[in-house]
């Protein structure tokens, strides 16, 4: 809102009580703008619906100028800003990738040692099954073997039979205990060197 003051009077008016003014104050109108300091005569001040700023009075010509500079300082703050709030989130985004690489490379070391892990267990299995099966020497060879063991080298049938099916099925238990029976009959039928003597035993 502009303001005058009265060059009778000296009283300070805003604008929509000058009309009043006029009136009582009887003399030619003649009022002062305060901001910029120029004098309206008669209905002059009637046209005057703005003014200039508090810095343009006080700044002059210089006024534009501090004002476009704030512009620009503004301009620059925010341009900062925006600058800073960009590599906050590059910042953050770089920071995402790099958990997630770790992640992805502790992942894949973990798998690798699970592998390692699986394949030695797999490599241990393979040497108890190869371990098991060489404890098997062969029907020959493991029924000379219990006869002798015995004192007079001989045996009772029953008991060598019970001895070497046993070993055998230790070492291939997915065969069935009758069927091992039968192929030691076969086997010891079949060898010469194996004597049966007053049945129940048998001799080298």
Same mark, same amino acid.
């Given at each position: $809102?502009?303001?005058?003051v009265c060059h009778h009077c000296d009283v300070t008016l805003k604008k929509k009580q000058l009309d009043k003014h006029v009136?009582? %104050?009887?003399?030619?109108?003649?009022?002062?703008c305060i901001d910029c300091q120029n004098t309206f005569v008669g209905d002059e001040y009637k046209?005057?619906?703005? %003014? $200039?700023?508090?810095?343009?009075?006080?700044?002059?010509?210089?006024?534009?100028?501090?004002?476009n500079k704030q512009n620009q300082q503004q301009q620059q703050q925010q341009q900062q800003k925006q600058q800073q709030e960009k590599q906050a989130q590059a910042q953050k985004e770089t920071k995402a990738?790099?958990?997630e690489q770790k992640e992805e490379q502790s992942q894949k070391k973990q798998d690798k040692a699970d592998k390692k892990q699986m394949t030695q267990a797999a490599?241990?299995?393979e040497q108890e099954e190869e371990q098991t099966n060489s404890n098997w020497k062969g029907w020959k060879k493991t029924i000379r073997k219990v006869i002798k063991q015995k004192a007079n080298k001989q045996i009772k &049938?029953?008991? &060598?039979?019970?001895?070497? %099916?046993?070993?055998?099925?230790e070492c291939h238990?997915?065969?069935? $205990? $009758?069927?091992?029976?039968?192929?030691?009959d076969e086997k010891l039928a079949s060898n010469t060197k194996f004597q049966v003597v007053n049945e129940p035993y048998v001799k080298l």
């Amino acid at each position: $809102m502009v303001t005058f003051v009265c060059h009778h009077c000296d009283v300070t008016l805003k604008k929509k009580q000058l009309d009043k003014h006029v009136f009582q %104050c009887r003399r030619p109108s003649k009022f002062i703008c305060i901001d910029c300091q120029n004098t309206f005569v008669g209905d002059e001040y009637k046209q005057h619906t703005q %003014c $200039m700023t508090e810095q343009e009075k006080y700044h002059g010509p210089y006024a534009q100028k501090n004002k476009n500079k704030q512009n620009q300082q503004q301009q620059q703050q925010q341009q900062q800003k925006q600058q800073q709030e960009k590599q906050a989130q590059a910042q953050k985004e770089t920071k995402a990738v790099i958990e997630e690489q770790k992640e992805e490379q502790s992942q894949k070391k973990q798998d690798k040692a699970d592998k390692k892990q699986m394949t030695q267990a797999a490599e241990e299995n393979e040497q108890e099954e190869e371990q098991t099966n060489s404890n098997w020497k062969g029907w020959k060879k493991t029924i000379r073997k219990v006869i002798k063991q015995k004192a007079n080298k001989q045996i009772k &049938l029953r008991k &060598l039979k019970e001895i070497v %099916c046993k070993k055998y099925q230790e070492c291939h238990p997915e065969e069935e $205990m $009758m069927e091992i029976e039968k192929v030691f009959d076969e086997k010891l039928a079949s060898n010469t060197k194996f004597q049966v003597v007053n049945e129940p035993y048998v001799k080298l």
